[in-house]
C-alpha cells in the first residue's frame, strides 16, 4: 500500500534555506513520479512541485519563482525538496505524496507532514 | 493556472443528512478531478479520482459527479466520521490546484 515519512521541518530566518525528505517504504518507489504539496496554518491545500520516476520531467509551482528544487534518489527510496530564500509566506506543513502515474495526476499516498516555519 | 472554487465554504449538517458540496473549474477539465478529505492535523485522504471514481475502502456513502466545469460530491448519510474539510483537485494540469476547501461542521 506505500508509506511516506517526511522529515526537516523546522524552525528557519527569512532568506534561510532548508531541505526536507521523504522516505518511502511498501511500494516500488522508483516506479511512481512523486509530489510536494504544503497547507500553510488554517489554509487550504497547494500543489508545489513535482518529479516523474525518472526525473525526466520536474514540474514548479509558478508561485515559487525558482526559490524550490525538488529532487530523488531512486537507490535510496528518498524524496526531496530544497528551499531556498525562505520567506515568512512559506510557512506550512509540507506534505510528501505519491502521484497515480505520470504528471498531471491525483495522489494516493500521503505522508503525514513535516512544519517549516520562517520567522525572524 | 486552473482556478478551483468550492461551495459552500463552511457546511453545518446533522447525522444522517445529505451533504452535497460543489466545485467549479475556471475552464473545462474534462473529467480530471479528485476529490480528499482531511481531519485536523492529518493528511488529506483521497475519496474520488476521474470526478466518479470510488477509491478502494471509500464508503459508498460517498458518490461524485460531473464534468467539464461542475462538479458535486455528496454524502447520501453523514455520519459522526464525516465531519471534516473537502477538497477538490484538478489534474488536467501539470499544474494542479485545488479547491479552497469545504468544511463539514456538526450541526
Known amino acids: 500500500e506505500g508509506q511516506l515519512v517526511e522529515s526537516g521541518g523546522g524552525l528557519v530566518k527569512p532568506g534561510g534555506s532548508l531541505r526536507l525528505s521523504c522516505a518511502a517504504s511498501g511500494f516500488t518507489f522508483s516506479s511512481k513520479s512523486m509530489s510536494w504539496v504544503r497547507q500553510a496554518p488554517g489554509r487550504g491545500l497547494e500543489w508545489v512541485s513535482s518529479?516523474?520516476?525518472?526525473?525526466?520531467?520536474?514540474y514548479y509551482a509558478d508561485s515559487l519563482k525558482g526559490r524550490f528544487t525538488i529532487s530523488r534518489d531512486n537507490t535510496q527510496n528518498s524524496l526531496y525538496l530544497q528551499l531556498n530564500s525562505l520567506r515568512a509566506e512559506d510557512t506550512a506543513v509540507y506534505f510528501c505524496a505519491r502521484d497515480t502515474g505520470v504528471p498531471p495526476t491525483f495522489f494516493d499516498c500521503w505522508g503525514q507532514g513535516t512544519l517549516v516555519t520562517v520567522s525572524s | 493556472d486552473i482556478q478551483m472554487t468550492q461551495s459552500p465554504s463552511t457546511l453545518s449538517a446533522s447525522v444522517g443528512d445529505r451533504v452535497t458540496i460543489t466545485c467549479r473549474a475556471s475552464?473545462?477539465?474534462?473529467?480530471?478531478l479528485a476529490w480528499y478529505q482531511q481531519k485536523p492535523g492529518k493528511a488529506p485522504k483521497l475519496l474520488i479520482y476521474k470526478a466518479s471514481n470510488l477509491e478502494s475502502g471509500v464508503p459508498s456513502r460517498f458518490s461524485g459527479s460531473g464534468s467539464g466545469t461542475e462538479f458535486t460530491l455528496t454524502i447520501s448519510s453523514l455520519q459522526p466520521d464525516d465531519f471534516a474539510t473537502y477538497y477538490c483537485?484538478?489534474?488536467?494540469?501539470?499544474?494542479?490546484?485545488f479547491g479552497q476547501g469545504t468544511t463539514v461542521e456538526i450541526k
Open positions: 483537485q484538478q489534474y488536467n494540469s501539470d499544474f494542479r490546484t
Open positions: 518529479i516523474s520516476s525518472s526525473s525526466t520531467y520536474i
Open positions: 475552464q473545462s477539465i474534462s473529467t480530471w
